[in-house]
């Protein structure tokens, strides 16, 4: 079974529609998640592989962050399998879109997938996130790898520029955990999303420097 049999292109159109997306995103979001499933019969890269779920638990989950996203250079932290930073960059051409990882085979694959899907927009960067260093600081950093929010912000905020947002995509309401943010970082909100055809909670938590 390819990655993307009748009923997963119909949950993805659905979804295009209910997001407001055009539906000729359809194409090029199904290759990538093509490509996704044959490398991941190799390396690994998801542990969903359900067709109708990976539309859901990853495009449409990657694409509903879109009203968020501020300026035009985007960095994805701890990207892994180019999530949410490739969907985004096939959605919206007129960004940049870095992404970030540690581990090379995810890396290999980012690549590879920018490669075949001609994103001449997105880039891929093997390093750690503390450690990396852009010529230019990013609008927005954007990760849904961290289990921690302090974390995000202590190993990433300094890749924000002045008046740049951090995103930590979370399931349910991250409460409490909010409260441990590294100064000068603050809450500006935490965001109720609607990702199509998901019933699980999303939330989005929107940081700034004070």
């Not at 979370?170 to 970082?185: C, H, I, Q, S, V």
């Not at 990702?195 to 420097?209: K, Q, T």
């Amino acid at each position: 079974m390819t990655a993307l049999d009748e009923a997963a292109r119909a949950e993805l159109a659905r979804g295009l529609e209910a997001l407001g997306l055009p539906a000729n995103l359809g194409q090029p979001l199904g290759a990538y998640l093509e490509l996704l499933a044959r490398w991941n019969k190799a390396y690994n890269l998801t542990a969903v592989t359900e067709p109708r779920q990976m539309v859901t638990h990853h495009l449409l989950d990657s694409l509903a962050v879109l009203p968020w996203i501020r300026g035009s250079r985007i960095a994805d932290i701890g990207s892994g399998a180019g999530l949410p930073g490739i969907p985004l960059a096939i959605a919206r051409p007129e960004l940049t879109v870095v992404l970030v990882d540690t581990v090379g085979k995810k890396v290999r694959f980012q690549k590879q997938a920018i490669l075949e899907l001609g994103l001449v927009n997105a880039s891929a960067v093997h390093a750690r996130v503390e450690n990396y260093r852009p010529e230019e600081p990013f609008d927005t950093v954007i990760s849904r790898a961290f289990a921690a929010t302090a974390d995000f912000v202590a190993l990433a905020g300094h890749l924000v520029s002045a008046g740049g947002r951090m995103f930590a995509m979370k399931g349910r309401d991250p409460g409490d955990e909010l409260k441990a943010l590294p100064e000068p970082w603050v809450v500006v909100d935490v965001h109720q999303i609607r990702v199509p055809g998901l019933s699980a909670e999303r939330h989005l938590v929107e940081l700034r420097r004070n």
